[in-house]
């Protein structure tokens, strides 16, 4: 057999497994990697290691089966060793935390010269990657010689099954340039096992709740895929039944279908929250049903019973909040066949007083603080979605304003994709996604929603977005600062500010100037920007464009959840049916109308 150089036979494996792009930053330690990848793969260079790990989750998620996409391309990151490694650990921690694929590959010294734990380093650059990312990783292994590629091809696809999560690969030098005999032809690679499916008695005891129910609630998360979900969008709109996503679900129902009735979270929309507190049946699917979905108060989260469809068995023991039936198999599997079971249902008068609560308690408080000359971003992203249409993918940030005003009020157009990062919550994770996701969304245009706090740690990747030519609108919401932190210190600290801003110590650049000193167009928006045709063009022209949203630093962001104090003197969340502001007498008595057994209400 004729003899190639291992980093050849690596690379070429990942392309038979689907894989089409590498995200790197170059470095010595991967030299035989990074040439491989030159060879066989779509390559982009990234200024820093986080950004590139980061853009490879989000272009798998967008990837995932896209219309344009039918043969599903995946991307890769690959980093040096050492810092190159370090730096990549959040974008790890990050897939790690919502269960997505990304396989970041890691270049190391040459075997001979690991410490093996003796001395704190022996080569140069050397720490031990696999021992750092083994917490936040599915699989975190070395490659210190050649692998049979079916035992490497085990490594990488541990990442796509079951519960997703990431894989870190490091590769001493060594192995990397190994000169080796063809491992495994390409034609022998087997297919992907399957899901674990659900039993049949299993489908028929969730049919039979539903069917005894009067006031049920489809949850739809993350783990229902979106291709299966564009799949199902008519079955889904013809079946009767109430539906609301999480978060990591936004983009898998479709907003405009009579029978969807919003989105449940700690941030999420107070009608969704009131109307499944007052569900005498939830049925979760491809949800862990975690802190942020439920809020603290998990326990008045929902007075009725609760179905949860997860295949992961821990996710499902935690107990928070009670489930009544765990059920640990494929959620995608689950809906078809529970959809086939049950055909269409009748639960008209229940999302009748759904869509009513929805039209009494909209998204956005009129009690915000809005300055005139400000923009208020709740209306901004409501504003931007009018001009949007189903090839364009949408960023939120990963934490802030930016993250979750778009997740709370945002229509969504049928196609279109949303997708953030909730569960490490990192700032400056938004850029970097976008970019993934506009690198994989090619067809359309992706849309960002950032801080200019959380903007501010990842600027770097401006020239990443210039010299691929993104088509990726970025609207930094200027508010001079942190204003979460701000608005932590001012409620518990009486306004005693510090790093927040720049009055006490925060600097921040001229966001024009910025863009302009790499070549990408800007805009300042300013109220009533939709007849400025300036504004318009840019925001439907191809390629970059920054877009500098000014936002009052004193903005207010209800209705939200907090705390209360007990009768001990102890505190206690609200549950997220109780947001503050507290409704007024007469509307609480409109949209609680279910507990204590209260009849429905007549059409």
């Known amino acids: 057999m004729p003899k190639a150089k291992y980093s050849d036979h690596v690379t070429s494996l990942l392309s038979s497994l689907g894989y089409s792009h590498c995200f790197f930053v170059p470095g010595g330690n991967i030299m035989h990697l990074l040439n491989s990848a030159r060879l066989h793969m779509n390559w982009v260079p990234f200024v820093h290691e986080v950004s590139a790990a980061v853009a490879v989750e989000y272009f798998n998620e967008v990837s995932q089966g896209y219309q344009e996409n039918p043969g599903r391309r995946r991307a890769y990151a690959l980093v040096t060793a050492g810092p190159g490694l370090t730096n990549a650990v959040t974008g790890i921690a990050g897939a790690f935390l ?23 380093q022996r080569g140069i650059q050397e720490v031990d990657g696999v021992s750092i990312a083994s917490p936040v990783s599915k699989l975190s292994a070395r490659v210190e010689q050649p692998l049979p590629l079916s035992d490497l091809r085990e490594l990488v696809l541990s990442g796509h099954r079951a519960r997703k999560g990431p894989v870190f690969l490091e590769f001493c030098l060594d192995a990397q340039g190994a000169e080796v005999e063809d491992l495994i032809p390409v034609s022998e690679v087997a297919s992907e096992p399957s899901l674990p499916a659900p039993e049949v008695k299993q489908i028929d005891q969730v049919a039979q709740m539903i069917e005894k129910s009067e006031r049920p609630i489809i949850l739809i998360g993350g783990g229902i895929d979106f291709t299966h979900a564009f799949r199902l969008r008519e079955t889904l709109a013809q079946s009767g039944l109430p539906l ?36 005498d049946l939830v049925v979760a699917l491809g949800t862990r049903l975690g802190i942020q979905q439920t809020g603290f108060n998990w326990k008045e989260w929902t007075q009725g019973k609760v179905i949860q469809v997860e295949i992961d068995p821990a996710e499902l023991q935690k107990g928070h909040p009670h489930i009544d039936l765990a059920i640990c198999a494929d959620a995608n599997q689950t809906l078809t066949l529970l959809l086939e079971r049950l055909g269409p249902r009748d639960f008209s008068k229940w999302i009748q007083f759904g869509h009513k609560v929805l039209g009494t308690l909209p998204p956005s408080e009129k009690t915000n603080k809005n300055d005139e000359r400000f923009i208020s971003p709740f209306n901004l992203v409501c504003e931007i979605s009018e001009f949007l249409n189903s090839t364009d993918v949408v960023i939120p940030a990963s934490s802030g304003s930016g993250q979750f005003v778009p997740m709370e009020v945002m229509p969504l157009k049928f196609g279109q994709r949303m997708i953030t990062n909730k569960g490490l919550a990192a700032m400056g994770y938004g850029l970097a996604a976008a970019i993934g996701a506009a690198l994989a969304n090619k067809s359309g245009r992706t849309i960002l929603f950032e801080g200019d706090g959380s903007f501010s740690q990842n600027i770097q990747e401006l020239g990443t977005v210039a010299v691929q030519n993104l088509n990726l609108k970025m609207f930094i919401l200027d508010n001079d600062g942190y204003a979460s932190i701000r608005t932590t210190q001012k409620n518990y600290f009486g306004g005693h500010y510090m790093g927040c801003d720049h009055a006490t110590g925060l600097g921040f650049p001229d966001w024009h100037k910025l863009s302009e000193a790499f070549q990408i167009p800007s805009a300042t928006m ?29 903005q207010t962001y209800f209705p939200k959840v907090t705390s209360r104090i007990q009768e001990d003197g102890s505190m206690m969340s609200n549950p997220v049916s109780r947001m503050t502001p507290e409704l007024e007498p007469d509307i609480d008595l409109q949209v609680f109308r279910f507990f204590a057994g209260r009849d429905l209400p007549h059409a």
């Open 98 to 120: 919502e269960s997505r694929e990304c396989l970041v590959l890691g270049g190391q010294v040459k075997s001979i010269d690991l410490s093996k734990g003796q001395v704190r």
């Open 244 to 279: 609301m996503t999480t978060w990591n679900g936004i983009d898998r129902v479709d907003h405009s279908s009579p029978n969807y009735l919003g989105r449940p979270n700690t941030w999420g929309q107070r009608a969704a929250n009131v109307l499944l507190a007052q569900a």
């Open 526 to 554: 300013t109220p009533g920007w939709q007849s400025n045709p300036d504004v318009v063009a840019l925001l439907e022209s191809d390629g970059p464009a920054v877009f500098v949203v000014p936002v009052d630093p004193e």
